[in-house]
Nanobody, 119 residues
């Protein structure tokens, strides 16, 4: 079992910045990759950014150059720094942990944190 607790969402004006955090606990030794996904009303959940256990990162084209994913291994926490936010970034942001050492599943999800960007 892995528990993911997100924090840091909120309301910000267009052009502003926010940082969301995801603290992992439990069977974290099986995590290969962590990431952030988002889901806007009426849309499918989409990838925002991922970071592997080795530190390799991947970003959606829509956020490249504006968002930065990072991790603090000592705190078992992953961060998403979001700069130059746009109204289209408004969504519920979900933390994801992906691994191969758990029984019956490869992914865990956090409860989500709302990010709202006003124009």
């Amino acid at each position: 079992q892995v528990q993911l607790v997100e924090s840091g969402g909120g309301l910000v004006q267009s052009g502003g910045s926010l940082r969301v955090s995801c603290a992992a606990s439990g069977s974290i030794f099986s995590i290969n990759r962590m990431g952030w996904y988002r889901q806007a009303p009426g849309k499918q959940r989409e990838l925002v950014a991922t970071i592997t256990s080795g530190g390799s990162t991947n970003y959606a084209d829509s956020v490249k150059g504006r968002f930065t994913i990072s991790r603090d291994n000592a705190k078992n926490t992953v961060y998403l720094q979001m700069n130059s936010l746009k109204p289209e970034d408004t969504a519920v942001y979900y933390c994801n942990a992906h691994g191969t050492g758990w029984s019956g599943r490869n992914d865990y999800w956090g409860q989500g944190t709302q990010v709202t960007v006003s124009s």
